[in-house]
């Protein structure tokens, strides 16, 4: 955009009243209201580079003389019509030679989706156009794509390869256009919260633990150290680990289902004292007890605990399913308890490591050591599900075959909000 004589200017609007700095509907076919309000007596400093792009992924503007109005009106919601203030002012624009797009933002691991890299102005002649990622290995893709002679355009494939945002450039000459994109691991296919250290690379080392199931209920780490409690462990099959030394937590999105599967990995360094949080929502958590020691326990108005201890110091799988009627525990793939109840739903805001109605740390009541890929899906898995997220920590993709897992994924509805 030729916005010299416009960009980053300073305007003060005139009369003390309050000002619109918009664009003029002719030019746009009535598309939404871009612009933005200025207060009353404040000065604005803006580029104006942000809405020339808006209004072309709209696909509402190509070239010419774009205006840019002071208004001192509301928008009328029907008409988008406007009384022009002063002063007016305009800039010319001229497409970008070079631009790229995809047919999506998300890919998933092992998935593709197709790109596209499209010429503006003349087709004469052949056309190289170099991609390269950033940061690197997020993407397969082919490291140049020809435009035809005679063509403006040449779409290509993006494979996904592992997981974390990823800014794909193309490059023709002084001519580059970029595109940013997320990849997605793929799981059993129907995760609604997945918290998964080993495979959130984007996540690694900020105060974020992203949900990889695509939901963007994201996890917030409390009162703990993004440098140090993100933590490389390769045993199990694993890459890295959330640490938690009794006073840390993970703050989730609210997460509600009747029928309900919820897996973690875990390696406990201490079971002593109280019950140790692995998951907790208001009235309702699944915990290491502590009296019997060990045991896995559910409480969602009275207690039930599964199994014998658990070994301390080791990698061990926890799956907790309630299917409206019953609660089922299982470890490393084996059922380890079952115990008739009601009223044993999910509902509400989350959090790993703490329960929502309990005290922000110091009770003792907090989980001591790792955690990874925690999933939670809004039915029962069937046991050859089971045994597959029981095989390794992170693992990806689902078993060969499942009974009836199509008609079961449909028989309920959950809820996740970031």
Known sequence: ANDTPFANQVFDPPMGTEQRLVMDENYFNAIPFHGMVVPSGTALAYDVTAMVAQAMAAGRFNSGEMQFLWTTNQFYSDYYQFTVGTPSLSLSYTPANLVLSSDAGIVNVGATITGTVTRNGSTSGDLVVTLTQSPAGRLTIPATVTILDGQSQQTFEILGANPGNVTLTATAGSDSSNRSLSVLP???????????????????????????????????LTDMDPATDWVTDTVAGGVRALAFDGSDRVLLGEVSADQWTFAVWVNVTSVGGAYKRIFGQTGFRIDIAHDPSGLLAVFAGVWHTFGSAVPTGTWVHYIVTFDGTSLRAYRNGSQIGATIASGRSMAGASRLGDYVSGPAGGDNNQFIGLKDDVRIFNRVINSAERTHLA????????????????????????TVNS
């Open 186 to 220: 793929v799981g059993l296919g129907d995760e609604y919260l997945w918290i998964c250290p080993s495979l959130d690379n984007e996540g690694n080392g900020t105060s974020t633990a992203n949900d990889l199931s695509g939901n963007n209920s994201n996890g917030t």
């Open 391 to 414: 095989s390794a920590r992170a693992v990806l993709g689902s078993p060969p075959s499942g009974p009836n897992k199509a008609t079961l994924h449909h028989l309920r509805q959950m």
